[in-house]
């Protein structure tokens, strides 16, 4: 099913927002990696903003930045946003909305290499 066809008929936007940019959705999938692990957590926590930006070698602030870009987009389709970009309540719209999609990369390990 397509959600961004979706979208239109219950938000008021007038244009979609551009997809996500490659690093927005990089941030999106290392901050949330457990609520997009598949099985799924019993409960997912966000990986801390200092972790994932030691993984890709940059700032915190930098981190910040690619989620506040993913979280306005998330504003423009009509979902409201918390004020941490922590919160998976961003994640949720982009993906109800179709700019994120689960991928097998995202399988656990053992999953992948049994299946």
């Known amino acids: 099913m397509d959600f961004v066809g979706c979208v239109d008929a219950y938000t008021e936007i007038g244009d ?6 490659p690093r927005e959705e990089a941030a999106l ?3 949330f990696r457990e609520f997009l692990a598949w099985p799924p957590e019993l409960r997912p926590v966000p990986v801390p903003l200092k972790q994932v930006a030691r993984r890709f070698g940059i700032s915190t602030s ?9 979280r306005h987009k998330a504003e423009i389709l009509g979902f409201p946003q918390p004020p941490s970009v922590i919160r998976p309540d961003v994640l949720h719209g982009l993906v109800q909305a179709g700019y994120l999609e689960f991928s097998e990369q995202h399988l656990d390990l053992s999953l992948r290499l049994s299946g």
């Not at 930098?62 to 993913?70: E, I, P, S």
Request: aromatic share 0%.
């Open 62 to 70: 930098a981190v910040r930045v690619r989620l506040d870009g993913a």
């Open 29 to 31: 999938r290392e901050v």
């Open 16 to 21: 979609l927002p551009p997809p996500l940019t």
